[in-house]
């Protein structure tokens, strides 16, 4: 009876959530900045509202069933084995691409990606599975790929922060609010829809994880993980970017000029991007290449946490002297 209820308010808080989210996505149509930014901008977001219609529909009606899949060893259950498990797919559906054994490079997302492109990309000529599996199996690989579409929200990010071109205007507290509850709701419906499987954030957690997942061979070619690497590269460059614009707002000049709003809430993003990244990291196996490590120089643990954490400092910096008002001291 309970599990009823929770799937009921599941259902109504999704259809709910991706309402408000279609209010945000009619202003952003209407208010959007023209050019070739704004445009990218505002075609991830109709990405990201269309994959978070297809995750509903794979959750809304579902089998039930006991249990799940085991946690994987020395690390959390990754989130294309936690959603396929939600999903009631069958268990060869998910190994096929998730678990062969392909070194410590690649912990599988990948693997993963690569799945899930191939499903999408052949959702056409499988007449012959039912309607209701292949929306469940597209629902699994459109979150094999977060890491993908979280890559190209990063990249657009990091060139609005250096370009200083504003894809909108600046949205009320209303319009604000409707995106929150769109964003906040659906992930509320999702984890009572999977019954508890799908936690709140740990999409977005994975995402930053596996950020990138798909693009390349998964070949390391500086000795540590790929994946592990990756998101500290990725955490590095956010800071970055947010030090250059706001020290170059506030006294280089160096980038192009960028207004209050859009200089805050870009800034802002990113930085809570790089915090979501600090939490990714401890989901993912830490290098161990001894005490030298692949610098042949410093300790490795030592030098990881200083080029994060002197990126980190200067990114506070930039932020804090972004969101002063353009009349505050220099």
Not at 224 to 244: E, F, G, H, I, Y
Not at 296 to 303: A, F, H, K, M
Request: net charge positive; hydrophobic share 50%; proline share 6%.
């Amino acid at each position: 009876m309970l599990a009823k209820v929770g799937t009921w308010i599941g259902r109504l808080l999704s259809a709910g959530a991706l309402a408000a989210w279609c209010g945000w996505l009619a202003w952003s149509l209407s208010s959007f900045t023209p050019g070739v930014l704004g445009a990218l901008v505002l075609a991830l977001q109709f990405m990201a509202f269309s994959a978070a219609l297809v995750v509903t529909a794979g959750l809304w009606a579902i089998p039930r069933r006991p249990g799940g899949y085991a946690r994987t060893r020395g690390r959390p259950t990754p989130m294309p084995v936690v959603m396929a498990d939600a999903l009631g797919l069958d268990r060869s559906f998910v190994a096929i691409a998730g678990e062969p054994d392909v070194g410590e490079d690649d912990t599988g997302e990948i693997a993963w990606a690569r799945r899930g492109l191939g499903v999408l990309g052949a959702a056409r000529s499988r007449s012959a599975t039912p309607p209701a599996v292949r929306i469940r199996e597209a629902a699994w690989s459109v979150v094999s790929i977060d890491g993908l579409r979280r890559m190209l929200a990063i990249v657009l990010l990091i060139a609005v922060l250096f370009t200083g071109q504003t894809p909108f205007d600046r949205p009320s507290w209303s319009v604000v609010a409707l995106l929150a509850g769109g964003v906040g709701g659906l992930s509320l419906g999702h984890w009572l829809l999977s019954g508890g499987r799908i936690r709140p954030g740990a999409r977005l957690v994975w995402s930053m994880a596996s950020v990138g997942a798909g693009v390349g061979n998964g070949t390391s070619r500086s000795g540590l993980p790929v994946r592990w690497m990756t998101t500290m590269a990725t955490m590095v460059a956010l800071n970055l970017a947010v030090a250059l614009r706001g020290l170059s707002d506030r006294w280089t000049h160096g980038l192009g000029p960028m207004s209050h709003d859009g200089r805050v809430s870009a800034m802002s993003l990113a930085i809570g991007l790089v915090f979501v990244g600090l939490v990714s990291l401890r989901t993912l196996p830490r290098p161990e290449l001894g005490f030298y490590g692949a610098t042949n120089r410093l300790e490795e643990p030592s030098t990881r946490r200083l080029a994060l954490g002197c990126t980190l400092a200067v990114a506070v910096l930039g932020f804090v002297v972004g969101v002063l008002p353009a009349d505050g001291p220099s």
